[in-house]
């Protein structure tokens, strides 16, 4: 339904559908162009709910200007997206500037504070760490509760919002400090202590590398050129082109391919 209307939505360069929505389970994320009309896209979901007998909850949308910072700040200030259209309805909250909103687990904004999203996580993994010290844990307990604790509840957000280094070096340190007891120093080099069992190693999250992995793989799905290259990649692609260096701002945007296999 939504994709026979008459919005815009955002076009893609290589991708044939424009991109105006994404579903996962109870949660809809909508992507409107400038010129659309938001009563359009509520008259859309209401014929949805009432043909579904599911309940859209317009009372928790959210919406996150995208664009310039002059546009943004725009529609910040008059809830006003063109000239030509009407002011978004009073009761959608419009996120500022610096203002994160939950989406699957992730945060999204302009100019939003990377390490405050994380300020949370550290928060309960220190609440974590200290009701399983109380126990008396052994260094076998330690490393495990190191890898279900700090590498649990850390792994989902490092893949979809990535980790700050700040908040990765605050990590380790809190492993070795956490495995050793609060120690001052380590009685085992660290190489060891990250390393397999069978070598002798203790086998402890090694955050960085775990992290390091991470990026690799989303190399990896970035670096797919199949017919099922995600739209993710496609939308990087068009960024990366647009954030040419200085230097080479005389190639043709169009050409530009990807940074990773062309010298641009």
């Known amino acids: 339904m939504i994709r026979e209307s008459d919005l815009k939505g955002y076009n893609i360069p290589g991708e ?15 992507f409107l162009n400038a010129t659309d009309n938001f009563e359009d896209l509520q008259n859309i979901l209401s014929k949805w709910c009432l043909a579904s007998g599911a309940k859209f909850n317009i ?19 008059s809830r006003i ?17 610096g203002e994160a909103v939950r989406i ?7 100019k939003i504070n990377a390490e405050q999203v994380w300020a949370p996580v550290l928060e309960k993994i220190d609440t974590n760490l200290a009701k399983w010290a109380k126990n008396g844990p052994t260094m076998d307990g330690r490393r495990a509760i190191i890898q279900m604790v700090i590498g649990g509840m850390t792994q989902y957000l490092t893949v ?37 069992l069978e070598k002798g190693g203790r086998k402890v999250l090694d955050i960085k590398v775990r992290n390091e992995a991470i990026k690799i793989m989303w190399l990896k799905k970035y670096l797919d050129f199949g017919p099922e290259r995600r739209m993710w990649a496609l939308i990087a692609d ?22 990773f296999l062309q010298l641009w």
Not at 19 to 28: E, S
Not at 59 to 77: H, L, R, S, W, Y
Not at 245 to 256: F, H, I, L, Q
Request: proline fraction near 7%; glycine fraction near 6%.
């Open 104 to 110: 699957l687990g992730a945060w999204f904004g302009n």
């Open 81 to 97: 997206t063109d000239c030509n259209k009407s002011p978004l309805p009073e009761n959608l909250h419009i996120a500022k500037e």
């Open 160 to 196: 979809v919002q990535g980790m700050p280094k700040a908040v990765e070096k605050h990590l380790a340190k809190h492993i070795n400090t956490y495995l050793w007891k609060e120690k001052e120093r380590n009685p085992v080099n660290q190489n060891v202590v990250h390393g397999p």
């Open 238 to 259: 068009a960024l990366f082109a647009l954030k040419v260096p200085t230097s080479e701002r005389n190639v043709n945007p169009e050409v530009c391919m990807n940074i």
């Open 16 to 30: 044939k559908e424009r991109l105006i929505t994404n579903l996962f389970a109870d949660d809809t994320s909508a």
């Open 59 to 77: 009372g928790k949308t959210n919406i996150i200007p995208i664009g310039t910072e002059a546009f943004c700040k725009q529609v910040i200030q």
